[in-house]
């Protein structure tokens, strides 16, 4: 009964969005959407949202699942996918549809497109990642579970001794505890990336042995009910340089002057160059990190709203977002912190809850 | 050294069809080509082949990563994707850029298009799928081994009791076994179906426990080393009753045959059209697979060619791909059983090798 746990609200925001916009229909055609407005969980299909109708657009292949799994929705089985939806378009005389153009290819909007005289195709690059950016409740506790799998997770992981295994042996025992715990998969690639390696910003769990006085990053999640975690911590495997020290400390310092300056209704470029600023104004000036400050968690790992330079907008009640930033010196280590913050009403919540002292492991 | 797999035979055979198309440039966005082509495993990043030059188009994220990986490529690095592009499309002078029109968004085509005046875009849907449909020696090497990680893997799942346990734990095991022999990771969502929920042609793993006297369908793979294996089997769980018989071997008699239909040169149509008429002529014709009969397996999963009503071509040297047959009858049970089978230029040989008589387990 999965289809349960999707509220009817979320159709309710899409049809008010579409009737602003004067849409008589919406194309869902991303995995992520689907699943968000249908429940949904197959790997192929389409959604077609209209004024008054759901319909779950299908191959034969998963009409079983789709009668199982979505309650309130028509399931219509198509052949030719440009074809016949454009078929159905007609038949029920849509005339501007609307559509996810940062999801749809090329291909299928000019196949669509040429099928489908007469009616119109109104892109729409992250209109349905702006309703989803917004957590219901419901969302925010399976979030609150797939961080727990994962600390706890990680938490056992560094009772062993690790020094001397390789980084891959590790990535694996953690993936192995997350999903005794319940998670579906690991969220995501996860990064063990030990000494020299842990200055690269996505250095994914490789065969390198970590060794001694080294630092150890990790950047690890837990996919749980469709809904993921994304922490990053990073240890050392010795006591610490005094180098060492201090660009930990500056990315601890940074990470938590930069939450505190998190309010609802805040600019999040303002945020975004607060915590630059903070490394810029550091000795480690030219090794701030070049990726975004944050981004979105749910459905997908990475989602909207994305915490950078060209930031939009305020924060809003609802929104669950990272927030990670770092210093990578090429050749000789990095750090980075990653926190996962929510914001409601009247406060600000910080999700994730491992230290984040100095930790020598 | 991973780009030293990566053979210069590919990027001829590119810019062969490059040059008979009158492309000067090709823009390279998806992450199975981009790795096919250049040996870079990072998340996010572009290609663009000209006649003479083969850069690696990356955030900064990327460009140590990219260094390391891929000898051979210029990496430049970008702050802003569209523009950037173009402006180096202007700079170098490429007026016709051929790009993959089913994996770029309209988003994104339309932001080229509109930072490009003066440059045509051409669109591929299909071309670096279909040089890659056709695997060299090395590849083929890459996708043996997935096989036998995964065909070891369920040998040794099968020899504990299954029965009682859920799917999903069984699904676990099966997963840990193949990384444990060198996978790096399930090579898509592991399908452990049993019972009635042998009848959905993606049941992947479910809470429901396996019982007596059941089918019980696994379809599995592993991925190693980026390449892929994709089988399926299906068991009882008790000694099967004269329905349950009859189904399994109609399926097994269909791929057997269907297997000797193939031939280098042969119509990929025709071979389809060739299986799914066994199945109709058998008593259970109402409800033969309505999936296509298999599909190209490399670096992705499913990929061209795909066998099914709607194939064009024949069969050429060099293809692997998979052949799976099935009978699914709602609310009863299903067979599916699914080979790999690569053609040579005088030989068929199916790649798999795990047995599919008749097993009760």
């Known amino acids: 009964m999965k289809g349960k746990e999707i509220t009817p609200k979320r159709?309710?925001?899409?049809r008010r969005q579409m009737e602003r916009e004067k849409l008589d229909g919406f194309l869902v055609s991303s995995p992520q959407n689907r699943y968000y407005f249908s429940g949904f969980t197959g790997d192929y299909g389409f959604l077609l949202v209209t004024e008054t109708r759901n319909i779950l657009?299908?191959?034969?292949?998963?009409?079983?699942?789709?009668?199982?799994?979505?309650?309130?929705?028509?399931?219509?089985?198509?052949?030719?996918?440009?074809?016949?939806?454009?078929?159905l378009l007609s038949e029920i005389r849509v005339r501007f549809l609307g559509f996810e153009s940062q999801k749809l290819s090329f291909f299928d909007f000019k196949e669509l497109e040429r099928n489908s005289p007469g009616v119109h195709f109104v892109p729409?690059?992250?209109?349905?990642?702006?309703?989803?950016?917004?957590?219901?409740?419901?969302?925010?506790?399976?979030?609150?579970?797939?961080?727990?799998?994962?600390?706890?997770?990680?938490?056992?992981?560094?009772?062993?001794?690790?020094?001397g295994n390789r980084e891959e042996e590790v990535s694996l025992e953690l993936e192995w505890k997350?999903?005794?715990?319940?998670?579906?998969?690991?969220?995501?690639?996860?990064?063990?990336?030990?000494?020299?390696?842990?200055?690269?910003?996505?250095?994914?769990?490789?065969?390198?042995?970590?060794?001694?006085?080294?630092?150890?990053?990790?950047?690890?999640?837990?996919?749980?009910?469709?809904?993921?975690s994304d922490i990053t911590r990073t240890f050392f495997t010795g006591s610490p340089s005094k180098k060492q020290r201090e660009v930990y400390l500056t990315v601890k310092e940074a990470i938590e002057e930069t939450i505190?300056?998190?309010?609802?209704?805040?600019?999040?470029?303002?945020?975004?160059?607060?915590?630059?600023?903070?490394?810029k104004n550091s000795p480690f000036k030219d090794f701030a990190f070049g990726h975004g400050l944050g981004h979105g968690v749910g459905?997908?790992?990475?989602?909207?709203?994305?915490?950078?330079?060209?930031?939009?907008?305020?924060?809003?009640?609802?929104?669950?977002?990272?927030?990670?930033?770092?210093?990578?010196?090429?050749?000789?280590?990095?750090?980075?912190?990653?926190?996962?913050?929510?914001?409601?009403?009247?406060?600000?919540e910080v999700l994730t809850s491992f230290p984040r002292e100095i930790s020598v492991i």
Chains 1, 2 share one sequence.
């Open 260 to 279: 505190l300056q998190i309010t609802p209704g805040r600019s999040i470029l303002e945020v975004f160059q607060f915590a630059l600023s903070k490394i």
């Open 178 to 228: 997350m999903r005794l715990k319940g998670a579906q998969k690991a969220g995501f690639d996860l990064v063990v990336a030990s000494g020299k390696r842990s200055a690269l910003p996505h250095g994914v769990a490789s065969p390198k042995a970590i060794g001694k006085k080294e630092f150890l990053l990790f950047d690890w999640g837990a996919l749980k009910d469709y809904y993921h």
């Open 57 to 87: 657009f299908l191959d034969s292949r998963f009409l079983e699942q789709a009668k199982e799994e979505c309650r309130g929705w028509e399931v219509i089985q198509f052949q030719r996918f440009h074809q016949d939806f454009s078929s």
């Open 299 to 348: 459905l997908e790992v990475h989602e909207w709203p994305f915490i950078g330079p060209r930031s939009e907008g305020t924060f809003q009640p609802g929104m669950v977002f990272t927030i990670e930033p770092g210093i990578y010196i090429p050749g000789w280590g990095g750090v980075r912190i990653e926190e996962m913050v929510m914001v409601a009403k009247n406060r600000v």
């Open 124 to 163: 729409f690059p992250h209109l349905l990642e702006e309703i989803r950016g917004i957590k219901e409740p419901g969302e925010i506790l399976k979030i609150r579970e797939a961080i727990r799998i994962a600390e706890e997770s990680l938490g056992e992981v560094l009772k062993g001794g690790l020094i």
């Open 11 to 14: 159709l309710d925001i899409l």
